[in-house]
């Protein structure tokens, strides 16, 4: 099984700030099969990125990610108000796919 | 637009059975392009993957849940069903049911990808 660590486990920030998160591997993910995705309270997680870099449908370009082998970052460029959420990544380069356990970006 | 939609009880006693079924709209089931998973989360904590059908009815699990889950799809009602035996306080989470595009392919099987549309989640408790 792949283990995902994400740090920070908090980010505190202000709308127009750049977010970093990481998620880190326990070993190589392969073909940078590396999802993120975002949860809003009370909401099923919306996907943001797949394949380490490539955007979903809809997704705002603020949002990039990069990465590969065991380390991965989403990027958010300059925080939206409606940015503050709950961040987490996903494996799916094996046969068990696996979650992160996220990083919650809040309002500083 | 694809819909899903979980539905069941939302409370159970321990040592019974959870049984969730996701109803799918908007789009077919029978596509050989997805796989079609459940996944969980207990209040206040992280996703869990549980398990993964494809339309064929072939299916794999969580090992760490292997032992008590059974996933399986009914394709003439566009719906794919989740139960889960002798259930206990730690099973208490929301359920997703999701489609995943098709990802890691070893040499002889291909397996779930990323998820791309959510069911809105139910909660299921477990106590008695």
């Known amino acids: 099984e792949i283990v995902l660590t994400q740090s920070p486990g908090t980010l505190s920030l202000s709308p127009g700030e750049r977010a970093t998160l990481s998620c880190r591997a326990s070993q190589s993910v392969s073909s940078s099969y590396l999802a993120w995705y975002q949860q809003k309270p009370g909401q099923a997680p919306r996907l943001l990125i797949y394949g380490a870099s490539s955007r979903a449908t809809g997704i705002p370009d603020r949002f990039s990610g990069s990465g590969s082998g065991t380390d991965f970052t989403l990027t958010i460029s300059r925080l939206e108000p409606e940015d503050f959420a709950v961040y987490y990544c996903q494996q799916y380069g094996s046969p068990w796919t696996t979650f992160g356990g996220g990083t919650k970006v809040e309002i500083k | 637009q694809l819909q899903l939609q979980e539905s069941g009880p939302g409370l159970v006693k321990p040592s019974e059975t959870l049984s969730l079924t996701c109803t799918v709209s908007?789009?077919?089931?029978?596509?050989?392009?997805?796989?079609w998973g459940w996944i969980r989360q207990p209040p206040g904590k992280g996703l869990e993957w549980i398990g993964s059908?494809?339309?064929?009815?072939?299916?794999y699990y969580n090992p760490s849940l292997k032992s008590r889950v059974t996933i399986s799809v009914d394709t003439s009602k566009n719906q794919f069903s989740l139960k889960l035996s002798s259930v206990t306080a730690a099973d208490t989470a929301v359920y997703y049911c999701?489609?995943?595009?098709?990802?890691?392919?070893?040499?002889?099987?291909?397996?779930?990808?990323?998820?791309?549309?959510w069911g809105q989640g139910t909660l299921v408790t477990v106590s008695s």
């Open positions: 999701a489609r995943s595009l098709i990802g890691y392919c070893s040499s002889t099987s291909c397996y779930a990808g990323y998820f791309d549309y």
């Open positions: 059908i494809y339309y064929s009815g072939s299916t």
């Open positions: 908007g789009g077919s089931i029978s596509s050989s392009s997805y796989y």
